[in-house]
């Protein structure tokens, strides 16, 4: 009933910039903390940055200074705007969101289906 699609990945250079999006759809009361993660193969999945409904958010050591989260509530996006992109941030990159749907009333984790981000010359 509820998924994430994400897209804006692709190949870039060392230096380069990327923007990410990923919308919610289907059935939801509501969406409460959203974020991004990468991962790599063989590699655990990590956290990149969350963003709270009230927009608080939270980033990776790495990536601080480089990435900013964002997102609009009333297009149920969530955003990942990636500068000074490194080949170390080559991965797939997910999105993750907080959802509450009800009949039972419950929150429920969606992962998107992952997109990903080649930084390469």
């Known amino acids: 009933q509820v998924q994430l699609v994400e897209s804006g990945g692709g190949l870039v250079q060392p230096g380069g910039s990327l923007r990410l999006s990923c919308t919610a759809s289907?059935?939801?009361?509501?969406?409460?903390?959203m974020g991004w993660y990468r991962q790599v193969p063989g590699k655990e999945r990590e956290l990149v940055a969350t963003i709270t409904t009230g927009g608080s958010t939270n980033y990776a050591d790495s990536v601080k200074g480089r990435f900013t989260i964002s997102r609009d509530n009333a297009k149920n996006t969530v955003y990942l705007q990636m500068n000074s992109l490194e080949p170390e941030d080559t991965a797939v990159y997910y999105c993750?969101?907080?959802?509450?749907?009800?009949?039972?009333?419950?929150?429920?984790?969606?992962w998107g289906q992952g997109t990903l981000v080649t930084v390469s010359s």
């Open positions: 289907g059935s939801m009361f509501g969406i409460n903390d």
């Open positions: 993750n969101a907080g959802v509450a749907v009800t009949d039972p009333f419950r929150y429920l984790e969606v």
